[in-house]
């Protein structure tokens, strides 16, 4: 004996319904090796729906409930058409348009009447599985198999609570053991009708046509129960939140307890039940793709490497608390709140207290919110009128996100890396509940927010191929480009060595701005930005937020003041921040503290190694100093690769302008070459070098010995080009009195004792910065640990594409930690 469950949508049609026939035809053909086949059907996919819609629009007084009943007419009686040969169909199509007359009696009464009981709603639901069946029962003689359609009504007895309907297992096992000692191969059978003592028809709750197939199962003691829907087994999570859900070979009976009840719609919670005291395994197959292997749920399955099994979630959730100081200590609380809800026939989904007893917590749906605070709050009126326990205090827009696995039990960390993932990437819990059988870890969290949770809880538990890194890139200048170009290049090694999926899901310049969910494509990058939407700052922030995507990193590759400002908002939402801009990290002291301690409290990272050396190492390498417990004393250093571009290439023979313009033409400066020149660029490094090291330096605590006369300094940066160009005689002199000694000139920054200095210097041979050739930045780390031999950081400090991969190294290393 086996039993077979086909869903809503394996019926949706004429064409599902052919799929069905060759399903069973092919159990049927396989002979001896099944004696009796029990085939549980649906209502055509949305049928249910359709009727609960017309029956609610009569009871409003709503005349078009009549078109929507008409489309339900005429879909049934196409579905004949197209199943049955002509000869055959007279009797069929009579029955449909007698059934599609009896709902519209009962609507035109619900109508007059302007009310819908819960009896009436089981009246009508009904009808949609009854003709179902029917049809699904014609179509298989039609093609020669013969069949006993069987009312489930008259074989599944409940009580009376209508459109929930509880099961009388004793009453029921014996009717349809007694039916079943009757002689036939293949029965059809509606699935969720069943009645009630007076015959009255029930139905057993949306979704109850996979507990008819559980029930008639475990009634027969039948070999298997198979659940045929439109994928192919229960997944790890949901496949419409997440496109690396994988199917799950096989689970245990709790386990998928479990995952249903907290929102995995392949199989509906009670379901599990009836077979699993009976130990009938249970299949869930796929109609659409019949020779996958499907799920095996059964008591004991094989351990698969993972410690979690699955993911659900369920939306629409409420979390309501009962608090108050008058509860402590004080037995009966609880009792009563849960009483105050049972009387409202209000379910309670998760339950979590406080160990102080101040305050407990419950979830429930979110229709049952006003119900909910009605009852609680007059059961406890006496001790709210006394200040004892506040008003019943209510959260909407909630949803539920849990693990389940049976092998977390005694599994030391789940939690940890559960709370720790989805922390890192800014979703906050809100409640947390956990069963003693350690099956389940259940959180509280905002609906906004799970798509998220999911996708990181998954990246976390099941996926071993990558991890998805999602960034969004403002600024595609010389930085900008180089570093798409440098991300596209290296798709392929990072996914290959570093697990690493990363995609740029926005892309934005001072002129136009681009999403992609999909990614974009950064080999065409340039043509997809030029037709994005014209660029608004705060727009773009509002598009990363409401993508709201795990592993989201900012990337900054502009000097612009406006973008600097936003960090605080991306920062606040665990959304790590790579900067390139050097705004942030050299403002006012407080905004720079400020930045890096929301970066800590929300979990995230503010990084800006390229700020200091470009691609070097420089703020890396003193951060390692400090962490491994080294004190910094002193700091010497050519911080400006384009300053050491100028004086290494000014031998007096070409003009200094011609030398600054050289400069500015190769990359190397700022897009002003006076914050260069006048020494501003290097102030801001040394003072974050000197930030990094612990001290609260600012702009004006620096000393700058400028070689750059006044006059150069003022007007557009074409007149400070034609006024360096009248000082020439000026900057000969500089470089002859450094001749005159033997030395060079290097504009070198310092940092000794807590001050901090900047200016053009005369270094000799023998010096650690004589030998620094092109646009190189050197830095000299003089600590306890290097007190008379310094630690070195040496190279390129400008150019874009050295800049360029110290951005990529900082996104590498935001995703690391």
């Known amino acids: 004996m086996q039993v077979l469950k086909f869903g809503g949508t394996s019926v949706a049609n004429a064409e599902n319904i052919s799929k069905v026939v060759s399903i069973v035809r092919e159990k049927l053909d396989k002979g001896t090796s099944i004696d009796k086949l029990v085939v549980v059907v649906s209502a055509l996919g949305g049928i249910t729906d359709v009727l609960l819609n017309a ?120 009717l349809i053991t007694g039916f079943f000692a009757q002689d036939a191969n293949l029965y059809i059978a509606p699935g969720f009708i069943s009645s009630d003592a007076n015959g009255v028809t029930t139905t057993l709750g949306r979704g109850g046509s996979d507990y008819t197939a559980s029930i008639f199962a475990s009634a027969l003691d039948a070999d298997s129960l198979e659940v045929w829907t439109d994928v192919s087994g229960m997944m790890t999570a949901d496949p419409r939140l997440t496109a690396n859900a994988r199917i799950i070979p096989q689970i245990s009976y709790q386990e998928a307890m479990e995952l249903s009840h907290f929102g995995a719609k392949v199989i509906y919670p009670p379901t599990i039940q009836p077979v699993m005291s009976k130990g009938i395994p ?19 399955c094989e351990k698969n490497g993972n410690i979690v099994r699955g993911i659900s979630s369920i939306n629409n959730i409420a979390l309501i608390s009962l608090e108050g100081s008058g509860m402590i200590g004080i037995p009966g609380f609880s009792k009563r709140l849960f009483e105050a809800l049972s009387a409202e026939r209000i379910n309670v ?49 909630l949803s539920v996100v849990a693990l389940v696995g049976e092998n977390m039990k005694s599994h030391p960390g789940i939690s940890g890396r559960m709370f720790s993932a989805m922390g890192r990437n800014g979703v906050n819990i809100r409640a947390i509940a956990q069963g003693s059988s350690e099956k389940n870890i259940s959180t509280v969290i905002s609906t906004l927010d799970v798509r998220k949770a999911i996708n990181v809880l998954h990246e976390e538990f099941f ?169 910094i004393h002193r700091i010497d250093a050519v911080l400006s690769g384009t300053l050491n571009f100028v004086f290494n290439n000014y031998k007096g023979e070409k003009k200094f302008a011609e030398v600054v313009k050289q400069a500015q033409d190769e990359g190397y400066t700022e897009p002003d070459p006076r914050l260069d020149l006048s020494g501003t660029d290097v102030m801001r490094k040394i003072m974050i070098l000197a930030r990094e ?61 807590g001050k901090a200095t900047v200016g053009l210097q005369h270094i000799d041979p023998a010096h650690d910065l004589y030998h620094l050739y092109g646009k190189d930045n050197i830095v000299l780390f003089y600590t306890d640990r290097y007190p008379e031999q310094p630690m070195v950081v040496k190279g390129a400090g400008a150019g874009a594409e050295v800049t360029a991969s110290g951005v990529f190294a900082d996104i590498l290393r935001a995703v690391k930690n």
């Not at 249970?282 to 004991?300: C, E, H, M, Y």
């Not at 180089?482 to 090694?493: A, G, H, V």
């Not at 557009?716 to 470089?735: C, T």
Request: charged fraction near 25%; charge should be negative.
């Open 55 to 174: 029956a609610t629009m009569a009871s409003a007084g709503d005349e078009t409930y009549r078109e929507k009943l008409a489309d339900l007419e005429h879909r049934h009686l196409d579905a004949v058409k197209a199943l049955i040969p002509v000869t055959h169909q007279s009797q069929l199509l009579s029955l449909v348009k007698k059934s599609c007359n009896e709902i519209e009696d009962i609507c035109s009464g619900i109508f007059l009447l302007g009310e819908l009981t819960p009896r009436s709603r089981d009246r009508i639901a009904s009808y949609g599985e009854w003709l179902s069946s029917q049809i699904i029962s014609a179509k298989f003689r039609a093609d020669g198999i013969d069949n006993q359609w069987i009312d489930s009504r008259r074989l599944i007895s409940t009580d009376s609570n209508f459109t929930h309907a509880e099961v009388n297992f004793e009453k029921t096992n014996q």
């Open 282 to 300: 249970v299949w869930v197959k796929n109609t659409f793709a019949p020779s996958d292997p499907g799920t095996l749920i059964q008591a004991v």
């Open 349 to 397: 989904i998760l339950i979590t207290q406080s160990s102080s007893e101040h305050s407990i917590s419950v979830a429930i749906d979110a229709k049952d919110i006003s119900r909910a605070k009605q009852s609680v709050d007059a059961a406890f009126a006496n001790e709210i009128a006394l200040s004892k326990v506040d008003p019943l205090l209510v959260e909407p827009n």
């Open 463 to 631: 996926e071993t191929s990558y991890r998805q890194v999602n960034l969004f890139i403002v600024g595609t200048g010389n930085v900008g480009a180089k570093l798409i170009d440098q991300l596209e290049k290296q798709e392929s090694f990072l996914q290959q060595r570093l697990r690493l999926q990363v995609r740029v899901i926005g892309i934005s310049n001072s002129r136009r701005m681009l999403f992609r969910e999909e990614g974009v494509n950064l080999r065409q990058w340039k043509e997809q930005l030029d037709g994005g939407q014209p660029a608004d700052l705060q727009q773009f922030i509002n598009g990363v937020f409401a993508r709201n995507l795990r592993n989201s990193i900012f990337v900054d590759i502009t000097a612009n003041e406006n973008v600097a400002s936003v960090y605080e908002q991306l920062l606040q939402k665990s959304i790590n921040v790579v900067a390139c801009n050097k705004i942030a990290a050299s403002s006012p002291f407080n905004n720079y503290k400020k930045l890096k301690d929301l970066a800590e409290e929300f979990n995230s990272q503010f990084l800006f190694e390229t700020n200091v050396g470009a691609g070097l190492p420089i703020i890396g390498t003193l951060n390692d100093l400090l962490r491994s417990g080294d004190r």
């Open 693 to 753: 090291a612990g001290h609260p330096v600012e702009m004006d605590d620096i000393s700058n010995n400028s070689f750059m006369p006044e006059s150069c300094m003022k007007g557009s940066v074409d007149d400070f080009y034609r006024e360096m160009e009248k000082e020439e005689q000026h900057f000969k002199a500089l470089l002859k009195e450094a001749k005159d000694k033997g030395n060079i000139l290097k504009f070198v920054a310092s940092f000794n004792d």
